[in-house]
């Protein structure tokens, strides 16, 4: 069974930072894209970064998080993380991170191409 478990979320003052965690268990992550989603309240699902573990392209960015948000992984712990700085109130939402089972795309930010989800954390912002 593939399981998904986000950690790291919480509440944190605009201009700070929190790094979030997802450890996949059931599924080695190596060359799938690995996502990252959030949902702010009655909003849509929408893609903040994504990466092919274990390829050398970059690394895939909302254009919204671009400069604050850094993806990386740990190959050996099938985990991987998003780090993320100059936090704003409009980052508030909650987290997901998905895994496709193949490389990621130029449609990388659509969650319809992504087969395991994990169940989402809490991110709040506060101005």
């Known amino acids: 069974q593939v399981q998904l478990v986000e950690s790291g979320g919480g509440s944190v003052a605009a201009g700070g930072s929190l790094r979030l965690s997802c450890s996949v268990s059931g599924y080695s992550i190596g060359w799938n894209c690995v996502g990252w989603f959030r949902q702010p309240p009655g909003k849509e699902r929408e893609g903040v970064a994504a990466k092919t573990i274990g390829s050398f392209s970059a690394a895939y960015y909302a254009d919204s998080v671009k400069g604050r948000f850094t993806f990386s992984q740990d190959n050996n712990k099938n985990t991987v993380y998003l780090q993320m700085s100059s936090l704003r109130a409009e980052d508030t939402a909650m987290y997901y991170c998905?895994?496709?089972?193949?490389?990621?795309?130029?449609?990388?930010?659509?969650?319809?191409?992504?087969?395991?989800w994990g169940q989402g954390i809490q991110v709040t912002v506060s101005s």
């Open positions: 998905a895994v496709n089972r193949g490389a990621c795309a130029g449609t990388w930010s659509s969650a319809r191409r992504y087969d395991y």
